[in-house]
């Protein structure tokens, strides 16, 4: 499912929404275990969980960028710097499994946004893949067929 892109006041929000036919905690587990969290985001790792807490991104060129944790309730909300934005995990449970809810608070659309909107995308996919203990065979070509969705939606969002 294609995130909706809003203009708000400060800027815009892009919001993923997914339901999970798994618990709460195994999700949770996902987004905060740093084993679990390298199957889907390598780049990625959770440091010390807990508002004022921090995550680190791995920027590939043996620099490290901290970011961090401006919102945490374990099982439920993990919010933390994304760049100049915010990314935000909101988990609940559901009949059948749990409602995960993805909102990057974009204060620029740049360049960029396409790229970190199909990534985000790609992400949750896998992350579905993992807990359904498939594989996720060719995430480039996802990552691809999604720049280009995610494209056209800040385009049309530029021009509107």
Not at 25 to 44: I, Q
Not at 60 to 85: K, N, R
Request: aromatic share 12%; glycine share 10%.
């Amino acid at each position: 499912m294609t995130a909706r892109l809003q203009k708000v006041p400060d800027g815009f929000t892009a919001t993923f929404d997914r339901h999970y036919k798994h618990t709460v905690d195994e999700v949770w587990a996902y987004l905060t275990d740093n084993e679990l969290l390298s199957k889907w985001f390598p780049e990625l790792r959770a440091g010390e969980l807990g508002t004022g807490g921090s995550m680190t991104f791995d920027m590939g060129d043996g620099t490290y960028e901290v970011m961090g944790i401006s919102d945490y309730e374990p099982a439920a909300v993990l919010e933390y710097a994304w760049g100049e934005d915010k990314i935000r995990f909101e988990l609940v449970a559901e009949p059948g499994g749990s409602s995960l809810r993805l909102i990057e608070t974009i204060s620029t659309i740049t360049d960029h946004t396409p790229r970190d909107l199909a990534g985000w995308h790609v992400c949750l996919d896998v992350i579905e893949a993992l807990l359904e203990g498939k594989g996720f065979v060719n995430r480039k070509h996802a990552w691809e067929e999604q720049y280009k969705v995610y494209s056209g939606l800040v385009e049309r969002m530029r021009n509107s």
